[in-house]
């Protein structure tokens, strides 16, 4: 990582140093909170966990060769250097914030209720053909993870695609002043959240707290199709840049062709142009992601010739729409997380398939006092789109399947449903109800734990 001395550290969070002056002066060459990821002349924060407090590592770590450790408690007369902070939560995000401040790197930060992880993939995707970027790294997205992922922005790099989520009011904020983002990408306002926040309006004021910390000559860029977005104007006065599928937004897309779990073909239009390109990833949703990434191309100065190489480059990872193809059935892994929308979206992929179609769904989770009508309005989503075998798992998950099964028998189409209390349960029936050459999806949100499902589908086993 770039230069940052112990010294520069404890100025930076407010620590007071103890150890070696001369020590002081050197330079840390990683920042982490994981003791088995230490390595030489590493920076370890202690953090305290739910299950683990990383201030039992400190003599551990430093025996392995760290520099220094960052510690809430006073460690005494010890042989190694300590920064004594009153909290190392804070320690951490005030360290990221100094070391971003002292990097020459456009950012890119990206929030909304559905869709951040997706479109932080297709917008590194793009940016990938022309700058050296990172990105963040599976759900390393809140108040530890975006801290972490500066860390390991290089020298070599030139823009940091990162990926901000929330739950509650003032978090997005907190996280804005880390990141310093250039342009701010929002994907919609949904219902994630919505127990902590009240209403969309509510999750509209939180993700917006982007804005506060950004450059202030950046580019705000909103899906234009969300009506909670469509007009927003910021309170720092830059003019958004509108992406959608409505031809009034400066970058949409027309001629669609939907591929169904092949992808889509479609042309896109910009401000000055127009050029075709295919995108690997089933789901309407794509679309919407592929747009936020043009317009983000633009924004830093790219061709249409680079940018729809990097829609076609971008292909899917675990647990994101993710198509596995197995001795017995095709499976749509998607398992990472899930919400109303991107249950409905997952859903509306799977009815693309030209074989017997299987659900696996899973409870939702964080949804407030409406979640038994969201997960109900879930199954129903299943019947409309002709799904053929629903599968409910979990407590909530009996209302996605009484959902189904109300609406199927209204709709005339013949949908099998049903419901289980755990996995294991489903499991024991499993090869009673899948049949060869099925298309099936796994959706619930992370809690929930499916990806040992998608591990059974492709091997015929749970995970040990």
Known sequence: MKHMSLYEIAAACGGVYHGDPETAAKEVSSVVIDSRKVEKDSLFVAIRGARVDGHTFIPQVMEKGALCSVSEQNLGDVSYPY???????????????????????????????????????????????????????????????????????????????????????????????????????ITNIGVAHIENLGSRDGILKAKTEMFTYMNPEGTIILNGDDDKLRGYVPQNGIVPVYFGLDATCPYHARNIENRGLRGTDAEFVTPSSSFRAHIAIPGGHMVHNALAGIAVGYALGMTDEEIARGIEANVPIAGRNNLIETGHYTVIDDCYNANPISMKASLDVLSFADTRTVAILGDMFELGPKEKEMHYETGKHAAEKGIDVLIGIGDLSEEITRGGAETAKTSGHPMEVLHFNTKSDFFDKADSILRDGDTILVKASHGMEFPEIVKWLETGRTES
Not at 137 to 145: A, D, L, Q, R, T
Not at 151 to 159: D, K, Y
Not at 168 to 173: D, V
């Open 83 to 185: 920064i004594k902070v009153n909290s190392c939560e804070q320690a951490l995000k005030d360290i990221a914030e100094h070391y971003r401040r002292s990097l020459d790197i456009k950012v890119v930060g990206i929030t909304g209720s559905v869709g951040k992880t997706s479109t932080k993939e297709m917008i590194a995707s793009i940016l990938s053909q022309k700058f050296s970027v990172l990105k963040t790294e599976g759900n390393f997205n809140n108040e530890i993870g975006l801290p972490l992922t500066v860390f390991n922005i290089r020298e070599e790099h030139q823009v940091a695609v990162l990926e901000m989520g929330m739950s509650g009011f003032g978090e997005m904020t907190r996280l804005a002043r880390i990141a310093r983002p250039d342009i701010c990408v």
